[in-house]
C-alpha cells in the first residue's frame, strides 16, 4: 500500500491550500485516514482525521479554518487548509489504517511529508 501526497506550498496569510492523499494498492477497506504536522522543535500531532463512517475529529488550532473530506471511491483524503497562519507551517503527512483482508488486521502506513508554509 502506497500514499501519495500532494498539495503543499508557500501561501501568505489568510490564504488557502488544499492537501490531498491517495492510497493505492491492495486495499479491501481504509479504516481511517488523516493528517498530520510537524513543526521544526515541536511533536507531531495530529490535524484532522476521519474514519470510514465520515466521522472527523479535528486539532483544536484548525476547527472553523480546516476540513477534512474523504473520496472513498478514489481512497483519497483531502484536507481544505483555509485562514491559514503563520503557526501552520509544517511538515503535513497523510496517515491510512488499512485492512487489505477481512476480517484481518490493520496496517498503518504514511505517506511522504509535503510542506506547507505561511508567510507573507
Known amino acids: 500500500v502506497q500514499l501519495q501526497a500532494s498539495g503543499g506550498g508557500l501561501v501568505q496569510p489568510g490564504g488557502s491550500l488544499r492537501l490531498s492523499c491517495a492510497a493505492s494498492?491492495?486495499?479491501?477497506?481504509?479504516?481511517?485516514m488523516g493528517w498530520y504536522r510537524q513543526a521544526p522543535g515541536k511533536q507531531r500531532e495530529l490535524v484532522a482525521g476521519i474514519i470510514s463512517g465520515g466521522s472527523t475529529k479535528y486539532a483544536d488550532s484548525v476547527k472553523g479554518r480546516f476540513t477534512i473530506s474523504r473520496d472513498n471511491a478514489k481512497n483519497t483524503v483531502y484536507l481544505q487548509m483555509n485562514s491559514l497562519k503563520s503557526e501552520d507551517t509544517a511538515v503535513y503527512s497523510c496517515?491510512?489504517?488499512?485492512?487489505?483482508?477481512?476480517?484481518?488486521?490493520?496496517?498503518?502506513?504514511w505517506g511522504q511529508g509535503t510542506q506547507v508554509t505561511v508567510s507573507s
Open positions: 496517515n491510512a489504517v488499512v485492512r487489505t483482508v477481512v476480517p484481518g488486521p490493520q496496517y498503518n502506513y
Open positions: 494498492g491492495s486495499i479491501f477497506s481504509i479504516d481511517f
